[in-house]
């Protein structure tokens, strides 16, 4: 065998994939400290199965796989191959190369493979167990392992030997008999426990087995009569069902009669409802309807007067406006005259002017006589000129007379307009604040409208919600009187049970009918004892017939019931006197020590209830009982009791103190004592409660009868008040219409006589401009005329003084210039007033202008109001004639109304008669019912009798009848009853019990006889695997002695040494010395030897094992460390004797003279940070160049 290749990738340091090739001979791998040379030696341990983080340098297994570094990522599996040439089969395998694979990922995965198959590390070590190879072989030796040998005790040397002799199988064989010794001893001394008990129930259970058969050849012809007569009153129960059938056929037709007549009639009772409900949603429309149809009417009749008199208003708008046109027109006209008689006057002033200006001319240039006559035809001119003035003055003075007079009577209708104006304004804020109180009246009726509306359609809605929900409770209501009716017959049927005290033996039956007689019957058990639902049925298992027996409070009450019953030949019964009973009491200890155990219930006289008198009762007869809640827990709890307890289960599966099971079930559910006491129980608070439920929805029916009526009577209520409300609101709205149709007058008024007051305003401002004018003229032509007459006197005097003297002329010059001056003056006058009447007559033409297109206006809207005026009255009658159908409407639903609600009542009668009719029903339905119920239960009763005692149907028991006669089988059953109590409470059990324990104890002694056989052999074993380990381990040690004492002359070039046995007695736990004596020195202890020849005497007892025990390859690890130069060129060359056809060498050294010997050399080197990388090197070439 060979050593191949060793191939890593991602093992620690080796992040790429390395292989490494080993040739014959010593291969050397070196490299600096820290470069991953050991990581080489650690995957080779790591792919042959070592499993301690540790031994590699790790604190946990993931550390093996490549952590990455600075410029590599972390790696996330680990994987190392070996390869092996197996051709001479030196592993036992069939392969001749074997490759072994191991792979390791980071989330903790690992994978074994051999030749790419998966396998176990299990398969991994046994192919290198006793094979010299291996992880924990000497194949590995490194620096730590020769220490150990130098440094250890005399018995951990003992394990070298023990390596190269091969024991490792021997010495794990032993191991595995011990342990099997160990259990075959452990289950010898627990079947000799089992046995010795078993012995001990032997006897006492052959006794009642026994007793037991004979009670069983009796109870088989009882159980025969008692079968007959149970099938005999079935039958007669069955024929009377039949009859009874017939009745609650008949009964339940009624009943579903009346019932779908009452639904019908409910039916038919909703649908008049809803339709009411209908006719009361179409008669609030209605309302509605008229209510915005008598709005609109308003509203029409309100815009109709408003049109006619906005019409009227612009009919007396358009005469004040062509009044107050012809007044401008007229204006105009005066103004036009005025402008051309000022502009005449202008002209005569003009000329007049002229022809003083020629006469002053003339003055200057001729003579007196010609000045003279000059002035005489100027003071003609001056004469005429003033009779025009003075004709002028006339006209100015009687226009100022027609101004003063237009303004009087302007005036006049100022100050009436202006007092019509003011109380029309008095009245208009009046009407405003009435219009804002009715406006205020009308908001708040209208809010109260809403508010009536809204809280009447809540409340018809609440009707709604109310009718359905008492339909809903007055039907739970029927139903749950079903109930309670139902209920009620399943109690009577129990008490009738009760009062017959069925299910109970004759005996005890016969004296609890006449527990009158017994003042110390406290009552049977079964009456005693308050067992939760849930432990009903396991309770009812345990106790059996002890359900029935008789508590009573002596024994004197019990010996009066005993004698009562021979006196009277009724039958048996047991009787439980208090002042008699044996106190029993569980095992609290044990009881303790079981609490932890799952699916442990409790202790049964624990978890059932009773009286505190009778508590002592309840401990005498299930204080050594235990519930669990299955049987797999059961058999648990039972064995870790070692069966001092009864097991019950809470399906009645049964294990009793002896180890007995008793369990299975029938096919039809049995009601014991216990389980009818319960029903009847249940049945009793479920009709408490079903009555509370009644009572409750008998409340809520008539409280939501209460408040269907009080609704009904409030939504009439609602419905008048609406009534009155929407009354009022349709007279608050008429108010407010016809006081907005006034407020609107006076509006008008208001407008129109502002609109005068204004007129007159602007007229007056106009007569004072005109008589501000008309003074202006007067005065002008008063002045002129008195300038016309000074002139002409002045003229006169020049006259005269030209007659006088005609040296005056220059005086006459000069007063010609002063007359000219005034009269220039007078005619700059007088174009200012043509340019005032000028502007007048502007604007005269504007206002009329204005006023004619006021009139146009004033008749397109006189038009479009006569128009609205006549859309409104055909729309009016439109509605009129829509009111007066919706009113008819209203009227028919009305009478609809009144019609459906004397149906309503009809049909509410109706409903009444058929629910009397119906409960009626249902009580003859519940009485039969009830009838039916108790035959039904009588014949149950049967059934479960038969099921439960005898396991068969009724089918089967009619197979296996009597033929005797009732009387005579009454009779026969009370011998046999008699029989059977005289015999009295038996174990049947015991009888299967006996044969159990029997054949239990035969199984048992056969097992103690196969136990004590393999003790002996296992002994015998280990005896044997003793001899082969001392005979190995003796023979393997000579070996190592005699090739330790050769090889250490060898290694220390003289010297001697050898192996000494510390117990050579007892070669099975013996120690080794090493006794050395190097060259030169004496013989002394490994201890005294100086570091490097314990070194040195260390590695020599590695080489004397490998020459004892040879094997394919050695991985020496640093081994030389700790030797000197000398010693190293030693332990090289000795390595090189081998040559090519002994052991390959893999040495991890730093010393040259190892180097210097090897064959190849791998360096390892690490380039990059953390990632090592190998370069090998053959020195055979190299020493051959």
């Known amino acids: 065998m060979r050593l191949i290749s060793l191939e890593l990738n991602g093992f620690k340091s080796f992040a790429q994939k390395t292989k490494i090739e080993f040739m014959a001979g010593m291969t050397g791998i070196v490299g600096p400290n820290g470069s991953g040379k050991s990581n080489i030696i650690e995957a080779i341990r790591w792919v042959m199965g070592e499993q301690s983080a540790k031994d590699l340098r790790g604190g946990k297994m993931a550390d093996v796989i490549f952590a990455g570094s600075a410029t590599r990522k972390p790696l996330n599996r680990a994987e190392v191959s070996i390869t ?38 299990k398969d991994v070590l046994d192919l290198f167990m006793d094979s010299g190879l291996g992880r924990e072989s000497f194949s590995i030796i490194s620096q730590g392992r020769v220490e150990a040998i130098f440094n250890g005790k005399p018995e951990d040397r003992r394990a070298v030997i023990e390596e190269v002799a091969g024991v490792a199988k021997y010495k794990k064989n032993k191991d595995t008999a011990e342990k099997r010794l160990g259990e075959t001893n452990d289950n010898l001394h627990r079947v000799n426990d089992i046995i010795t008990e078993l012995e001990t129930q032997m006897e006492p259970l052959a006794q009642q087995s026994a007793l037991a058969k004979d009670y069983q050849e009796q109870k088989q012809r009882f159980d025969q009569l008692d079968k007959t007569k149970t099938v005999l009153d079935i039958e007669k129960n069955q024929q009377q069902l039949q009859e009874i059938d017939h009745r609650l056929t008949n009964a339940k037709k009624l009943s579903v009669k009346y019932d779908q007549q009452t639904d019908q009639a409910n039916q038919e009772l909703n649908q008049l409802k809803q339709q009411q409900n209908r006719l009361s949603v179409t008669k609030d429309k209605l309302q509605n309807d008229l209510l915005i149809q008598t709005k609109q009417i308003a509203d029409l009749t309100n815009t109709k007067s408003i049109s006619a008199e906005r019409t009227n208003h612009e009919k007396a708008n358009l005469e004040q406006i062509k009044n107050r046109l012809a007044q401008v027109k007229q204006q105009l006209k005066d103004n036009q005259e005025k402008l051309i008689e000022r502009k005449a006057k202008r002209d005569d002033q003009a000329k007049l002017i002229k022809t003083n200006q020629a006469a002053l001319s003339q003055l200057k240039q001729m003579s007196v006589e010609e000045h003279q006559q000059q002035l005489t035809k100027q003071i003609e001119d001056l004469q005429a000129t003033q009779v025009d003035k003075m004709q002028e003055l006339t006209t100015v003075h009687n226009q100022k007379t027609y101004l003063l007079h237009n303004h009087e009577q302007g005036q006049k209708r100022q100050t009436q307009a202006g007092i019509e104006l003011n109380t029309s304004q008095q009245k208009l804020s009046q009407l405003n604040q009435r219009q804002d109180q009715l406006k205020i009246e009308l908001e708040q009726q209208q809010s109260l409208v809403t508010d009536t509306t809204t809280q009447l359609n809540q409340e018809q ?32 049927s129990y008490k009738s049970l009760e009062a017959d005290y ?255 007051v204004k007129q007159q305003t602007s007229e007056h401002t106009t007569f004072e401009q005109q008589l501000q004018e008309n003074e202006q003229q007067d005065q002008q032509i008063a002045s002129t005329i008195e300038n016309l007459k000074d002139q002409i006197a002045q003229s006169k005097i020049e006259v005269q003084a030209l007659q006088e003297n005609a040296s005056s002329q220059t005086s006459q010059i000069h007063d010609k210039e002063q007359w000219l001056a005034v009269a220039n003056e007078q005619l700059r006058q007088q174009n200012g007033q043509i340019a005032t009447l000028n502007d007048a007559i502007k604007t005269n033409n504007q206002s009329i202008e204005q006023l004619t297109e006021q009139t146009n206006s004033t008749i397109t809207n006189q038009e479009n109001q006569q128009q609205q005026g006549k859309q409104a009255g055909a729309q009016l009658a439109d509605l009129q004639q829509a009111q007066a159908q919706t009113n008819q409407q209203l009227s028919q639903t009305n009478e609809s109304l009144t019609s459906l609600s004397g149906q309503i009542e009809s049909a509410n009668t109706q409903q009444e008669r058929l629910q009397e009719l119906q409960r009626a029903a249902l009580d003859e339905l519940n009485e039969v019912n009830a009838r039916h119920v108790r035959l039904e239960s009588s014949i149950d009763q049967g059934m479960n009798r038969l099921a439960e005692r005898y396991a068969m149907t009724l089918a089967e028991a009619k197979q296996d009848l009597s033929d005797l006669a009732p009387a005579e089988i009454n009779a026969q059953l009370k011998l046999l009853k008699r029989g059977l109590d005289e015999i009295g409470t038996v174990n049947l059990g015991s009888i299967e019990e006996y044969e159990r324990v029997s054949t239990r104890y035969t199984f048992l002694h056969d097992q103690q006889t196969d136990l004590l056989g393999s003790q002996q052999q296992l002994n015998e074993t280990m005896q044997e695997m003793d001899q082969e380990v001392k005979t190995r381990f003796e023979a393997s040690f000579q070996q190592v002695a005699t090739a330790f004492a ?91 004797t081998y040559g090519d056809d002994g052991p390959q060498f893999i040495v991890v050294t730093h010393r040259k003279g190892t180097m210097m010997n090897a064959k190849v050399l791998y360096g390892v080197t690490m380039q990059e940070s953390g990632v090592s990388k190998m370069v090998s090197v053959s020195l055979e070439d190299v020493r051959v160049s």
């Open 502 to 756: 069925a299910g109970f033996y004759q005996g005890v039956r016969f004296v609890l009918q006449h527990r009158q007689q017994f003042p110390g019957l406290l009552g049977p058990v079964s009456e005693l004892l308050n067992a939760p639902s849930r432990y009903t049925t396991a309770v009812e298992t345990v106790l059996g017939a002890q359900l029935q027996n008789l508590v009573v409070d002596n024994q004197q009450s019990g010996k009066k019931i005993i004698n009562f019953l021979v006196a009277n030949r009724a039958g048996r019964a047991t009787i439980l006197p208090l002042d008699a009973l044996a106190h029993r009491s569980g095992n609290q200890s044990l009881l303790q020590q079981l609490s932890h155990l799952t699916g442990l219930e409790g202790l049964a006289s624990e978890l059932v209830k009773t009286d505190q008198n009778y508590q002592f009762i309840l401990d005498y007869l299930l204080s050594n009982t235990l519930i669990a809640d299955n049987l797999d827990h059961a058999t648990i709890i039972a064995k870790q009791s070692q069966h001092r307890f009864r097991v019950v289960t809470l399906d009645g599966q049964l294990i009793n103190a002896s180890g007995a099971m008793t369990g299975g079930a029938n096919k039809q559910q049995r009601q014991g004592l216990l389980a009818r006491q319960q029903a009847q129980q249940d049945v009793s608070e479920q009709l408490k409660t079903e009555q509370a439920k009644v009572a409750e929805l008998e409340a809520a029916v008539g409280k939501f009868d209460a408040a269907i009526k009080a609704n009904n009577q409030l939504i009439e209520q609602l419905q008048t008040k609406l009534s009155e409300q929407q009354s009022e609101l349709q007279t608050v709205a008429g108010k407010a219409t016809l006081l907005q149709n006034e407020q609107k007058v006076a509006q008008r008024q208001v407008s129109a006589l502002a609109f005068e």
């Open 461 to 492: 809605t609440r009707r709604k919600q109310l009718q359905t929900q008492y339909e809903r409770q007055q039907k739970q209501w029927y139903q749950s009187l079903g109930q309670v009716q139902t209920i009620q017959a399943r109690i009577n």
């Open 84 to 121: 092996f040439d197996n051709q001479d089969h030196y592993l036992a395998s069939d392969y001749t190369e074997i490759k072994i694979t191991r792979r390791l990922y980071r989330n903790g995965d690992s994978q074994y493979l051999i030749n790419g198959n998966d396998c176990r590390l």
């Open 1046 to 1136: 050769k090889i250490f002359v060898e290694m220390f070039g003289g010297g001697q040494a050898k192996l000494v046995l510390t117990k050579p007695d007892d070669l099975l736990t013996t120690g080794i010395d090493i006794i050395a004596q190097p060259p030169g020195k004496k013989n002394q202890q490994m201890s005294l030897l100086s570091g490097g020849e314990r070194a040195l005497t260390a590695i020599t007892l590695l080489f004397s094992i490998l020459a004892v025990r040879p094997v394919p390859f050695a991985i020496l690890d640093e081994t030389e460390a700790a030797l000197d130069e000398a010693n190293v060129n030693r332990f090289a060359r000795y390595l090189s």
